[in-house]
């Protein structure tokens, strides 16, 4: 993309650097590389889904000059939605828990959506969004995608989230690291990075280990029992089934705590000015965790989700 001029925003899509995270591991044995995709014109790794499943629907016909496009959003799908559906003239309903940072919802308004926000389930404490909370989310997306004759986008089920990662996310993790992966992990959202790039990196070789990161007190997929939904760790750890995850290319589960995460994420922004949310700071914990025990000595890839600057209304940098 170097020295040509694109048409729009969403060419500035991907192709985001990789940064060698040396402060926060130097008295470790192994490395952690980190992708940092909060540089996306969105400031979140959401923004590859969004352009993916829209360009699949253009090229499926499904979706016309004019419609509208509608989504269930922790924020950063639908802000990335809004982008993209803002620079190829689509209109954008995004649904959204007032649990979630309401820098979200702004930024969305400002990217010309309509932003829809949905009570909390009863109990659900502010800036904590639970599996309920999600479920009440959906139901409204569904009814808004109806009313309107809408195209849902639909990130939890529809291939593209998956491809995103397959088709770019992992194939640049491969080339940048020149094969040098011997670990990949995410935190659980949606599944699609975890499961896209896992899938793309064991094809080259099929001895990467890939472990799926969840909250300490919801992990779900790991099957141990629940004590608490209402982590902090926004944007994923939702405690329900994930379609696009396939379990066979997880290795194994790391379970991080609110204080890890947000600890760490401050510790990036501190050691290696990196600016980052909740769930970059799982990501990295579990990594750290990783060298110290099990995969001492590795070459650790994950990816810096979304930006610190959309959760400044949260105690994360209080």
């Not at 502010?126 to 004759?149: C, F, H, P």
């Not at 750890?237 to 790391?254: H, R």
């Not at 922004?269 to 579990?286: D, H, L, P, Q, T």
Request: proline share 3%.
């Amino acid at each position: 993309m170097e020295n040509t001029i694109l048409s729009g925003v969403h060419q500035a899509i991907g192709n985001t650097p990789m940064v060698h995270l040396s402060r926060l591991t130097e008295n470790f044995d192994g490395n952690i590389f980190a992708k940092l995709e909060y540089v996306n014109p969105g400031f979140s790794k959401k923004d590859r889904i969004a352009l993916q499943i829209i360009e699949e629907a253009e090229k499926a016909g499904i979706l016309k000059p004019n419609d509208t496009v509608v989504e269930l959003t922790s924020g950063n799908t639908g802000t990335g939605l809004a982008i993209v559906c803002g620079v190829k003239g689509y209109q954008f309903v995004a649904v959204m828990s007032k649990g979630n940072s309401m820098e979200r919802a702004r930024m969305m308004k400002a990217l010309g959506a309509e932003v829809v926000l949905v009570d909390q389930a009863p109990g659900s404490p502010v800036g904590q969004v639970s599996g309920e909370d999600l479920a009440k989310v959906e139901e409204m997306a569904k009814q808004i995608t109806k009313e309107r004759n809408a195209f849902r986008a639909d990130q939890f089920h529809h291939i593209g989230n998956l491809h995103a990662h397959e088709f770019h996310t992992g194939e640049e993790i491969w080339k940048q690291t020149n094969g040098k992966v011997d670990v990949f992990l995410d935190f659980a959202g949606s599944g699609g990075t975890f499961a896209g790039c896992a899938k793309t990196l064991k094809k080259y070789n099929p001895n990467i280990r890939c472990y799926l990161v969840e909250p300490y007190t919801a992990p779900f997929y790991s099957g141990k029992a629940a004590t608490y939904l209402n982590h902090k760790i926004q944007g994923g750890g939702y405690s329900m089934d994930l379609p696009l995850l396939d379990k066979s290319f997880v290795t194994d589960y790391i379970h991080v705590t609110d204080e890890e995460a947000t600890q760490v994420a401050r510790e990036l922004a501190r050691k290696e000015g990196i600016f980052a949310g909740f769930s970059s700071g799982a990501n990295v914990a579990a990594a750290l965790q990783l060298l110290k025990g099990k995969e001492k000595g590795a070459n650790i890839v994950l990816t810096i989700n979304d930006s610190g600057l959309k959760y400044l209304s949260t105690d994360l940098y209080e």
